[in-house]
């Protein structure tokens, strides 16, 4: 976004007024809303997405569903609300996931608050007034006094080939995969990218599309899925447990049902072993988030883990060298960046009907008009290309709107030197801008998102409340504060080994932004603890007037 800031004074006329302003309608958002109207203020969410859902809402790509298990990826507020619903399965899909979304909304009577098929492109802070002007791209400027983003980690897509206008069949990005589907059969497909969204992509598509070209750059290590279906008595079981899982999920390392249970250092090689295989064959994220938390501080740990579920892939991929070349990581650790689970996925690659092209050193040159060009001059020729090629996590949503605070300083242009935060729920020069999912909190990755953005917005909302009770308007964190939370953030990231793997983690998929891990790795538990003691004192590294 290059609009300069306006002068305040220059500011057209509001075309309506609010005490909150929530951008975005997805997992944080809608919570946020209830929330805030609960406490009597009026609401305005807007959303760029046709409805509710957020990242539920686009990536309606084929195979998208969760690896968190659905039933600790609800809402723990309402326990009227969450038994009310039950899961199909262990890790629903999509179309699931987005009729839970509605069925929330419906439930709480979001839906008249909301206004969809909006972007917010500018907004501007009003130090006399001490209130925001909100633009978007529907002509509305609405003066709030709170401007809250709940714009979620991922929802900025990362557009970084050349010649996506070029091609002359159909090219599609993952995030905006079209609702009704595309037609794959008999079709030359390609998929760019190997994350956790390129994965289940694949896996999906394998034998429906004619043939399958997968262009994959940087190996990920993958675990396999078990997904059982529910039956009544499962969905009974587990809401059965609905105290059980309220009291141990917030407090959690990652906010899952969860914990790291076992220590190295008590456990023998085959004891080690024993355990590793017993949670690999959960079929869930266990392996990373309930095993051995040594893994991500020690490098003697983090290899013997790594080693395992490399043999596991290989196994798989059997021994095939160019497979194993190309999708097995050797060069960081298992855990240093998100693991996806997935169904069948490696197996894909032994398909006839599918190619793998190893694009590590030998790079995408551009898309042409019938293909995709690597850099020696090989040509694919193709009928639809899928990008999944992942987002400019944790800031991109924010600095793609001219945001401005205090003296018309620029949000993009100060994250685009450094990110920095307080506790991810503020920004020194920014009053009254609330956030979640954005860096230096643990929702900026390392998290079961439901469990963070709960927590995120209810400490949002107590904030706002306590504000109102004594009578001021205004809440900005002292520069001191945002200094001793980036501090402690980058004290706490530099004792593990996860800042030494590229990735998004750390921002390194975006050319030219700064380098951060962006995700609070101090825990889930200890990380609400903290927010909790900042509140309880009376917000001592904020500015409340
Ligand atoms: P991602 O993890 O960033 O993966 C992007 C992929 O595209 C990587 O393989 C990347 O390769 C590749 N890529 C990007 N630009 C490329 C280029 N120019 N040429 C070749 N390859 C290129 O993105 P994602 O898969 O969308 O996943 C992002 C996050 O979304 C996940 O980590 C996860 O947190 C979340 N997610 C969750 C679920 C779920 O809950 N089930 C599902 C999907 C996604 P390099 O690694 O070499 O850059």
């Known amino acids: 976004m290059t609009t300069s800031a306006p002068e305040n004074t220059r500011e057209p006329a509001a075309t309506s007024e609010v005490d909150a302003v929530v951008l975005g ?147 599609v990005f993952s995030s905006s995969y079209p609702a009704e589907g595309l037609e794959l059969a008999g079709k030359r497909v390609g998929v760019v990218g190997i994350g956790a969204t390129g994965i289940q992509i694949i896996q999906s598509i394998a034998g429906e599309a004619g043939h399958l070209t997968v262009f994959a750059r940087t190996p990920q290590y993958t675990l396999p899925m078990k997904n059982p279906t529910y039956s009544e008595e499962d969905q009974q079981a587990y809401k059965a447990r609905f105290e059980e899982l309220r009291e141990t999920i917030p407090h959690t390392f990652t906010g899952f049902e969860y914990d790291f249970e076992h220590a190295w250092a008590d456990c023998t090689p085959e004891q080690r072993e024993a355990i590793l295989e017993e949670i690999y064959q959960d079929g869930s994220l266990k392996l990373w988030l309930a095993g051995f938390g040594e893994m991500f501080f020690s490098e003697e740990v983090s290899e013997v883990i790594s080693e395992f579920v490399r043999g596991k892939m290989r196994e798989r991929l059997r021994h095939d060298p160019h497979l194993v070349d190309t999708l097995v990581p050797t060069d960081y650790g298992f855990g240093t960046h998100r693991v996806p689970l997935e169904n069948g996925y490696l197996e894909v690659y032994h398909r006839d009907d599918v190619d793998l092209v190893n694009v590590r050193n030998n790079p995408i040159a551009q898309i042409t008009a019938t293909g995709i060009e690597l850099e020696d001059g090989t040509h694919h020729e193709l009928d639809v290309i899928i990008l999944a090629t992942g987002f400019d996590a944790g800031t991109g949503a924010l600095t793609r709107i001219d945001i401005r605070g205090r003296d018309g300083r620029s949000l993009a242009d100060e994250w685009g030197r450094d990110i920095r935060t307080t506790m991810g729920l503020a920004k020194y020069g920014y009053p009254n801008l609330l956030t979640t999912a954005v860096p230096l909190a643990p929702s900026a990755a390392l998290c079961n998102m439901t469990t963070c953005l709960q927590q995120q917005t209810e400490w949002i909302t107590n904030a706002v409340k306590d504000l109102r009770a004594e009578g001021k308007t205004t809440i900005e964190p002292t520069a001191e504060g945002e200094d001793a939370w980036v501090e402690h953030h980058e004290e706490v990231a530099s004792a593990t080994i996860v800042p030494r793997t590229t990735s998004w983690y750390l921002g390194s998929n975006v050319p030219g932004k700064p380098r951060r891990l962006l995700s609070y790795i101090g825990g889930v538990g200890t990380y609400r603890q903290k927010c909790d003691e900042e509140a309880a004192a009376g917000y001592p590294a904020f500015t409340r007037r």
């Open 25 to 171: 309608a997805g997992v944080a958002g809608l919570y946020q809303l209830h929330q805030l109207r609960e406490q009597g203020l009026r609401v305005r969410a807007f959303d760029a997405a046709g409805d509710v859902g957020g990242t539920w809402w686009w990536n309606r790509y084929p195979g998208a569903r969760f690896d968190s298990e659905g039933y600790i990826y609800q809402y723990l507020f309402d326990e009227s609300l969450y038994k009310d619903w039950s899961w199909s399965q262990k890790f629903p899909g999509q179309p699931e996931i987005e009729r839970w979304m509605h069925y929330v909304t419906d439930r709480l009577g979001l839906r008249e608050d909301i206004q969809f098929n909006t972007r917010i492109t500018v907004a501007n802070y009003d130090e006399d007034r001490g209130r925001w002007l909100v633009h978007t791209d529907q002509g509305d400027i609405v003066d709030t006094q709170f401007f809250i983003s709940c714009a979620g980690m991922l929802s900025a897509p990362l557009k970084n080939i050349r010649g996506t206008d070029d091609f002359r069949g159909e090219l």
